[in-house]
């Protein structure tokens, strides 16, 4: 794992730790993200959600072309509104690889079955 998703990942631990306003009483339990060692839940899939368009080209084509860039999200069946989210994005400087690899899909398998939301684009 390169230096950037170990930053990035520390990045999203430490935002969902200490998002919560120091004044705020009104904690519940469905307030604090509930992460789990051990494979606890069931794992939903959305695939192919359109996040925004990017810019393209064929090797035949000087005018650029609109294509949709998507994602895959895969979060545990539970009933949490606060979950923390790991952002995969894989190498391949958006000329190649793909966000359902097999390595891909079994990683975020792993991190939803224990309550993260697991976000991978391409």
């Known amino acids: 794992m ?5 930053y990035l ?3 999203i631990l430490i935002f969902t730790s200490f998002s919560k306003s120091k004044g705020d009483d009104s904690e519940t339990l469905n307030d604090i993200p509930i992460i789990k060692q051990m494979s606890s839940y069931s794992v939903n899939v959305t695939t192919d959600i359109v996040y925004a368009e990017g810019l393209s080209h064929d090797q035949s084509s000087i005018s650029p072309f609109a294509i949709p860039l998507k994602l895959d999200v895969y979060y545990p069946d539970n009933n949490s509104t606060n979950r923390p989210v790991f952002m995969f994005i894989h190498g391949g400087g958006f000329t190649g ?9 079994d ?3 792993y991190y939803a079955s ?5 976000v991978s684009i391409d």
């Open 114 to 118: 224990r309550g993260w939301v697991f």
């Open 9 to 11: 990942l520390l990045i």
């Open 107 to 109: 990683m975020a398998n």
């Open 97 to 105: 690889g793909i966000k359902h690899k097999p390595e891909i899909v």
């Open 2 to 6: 390169n230096n950037f998703l170990i």
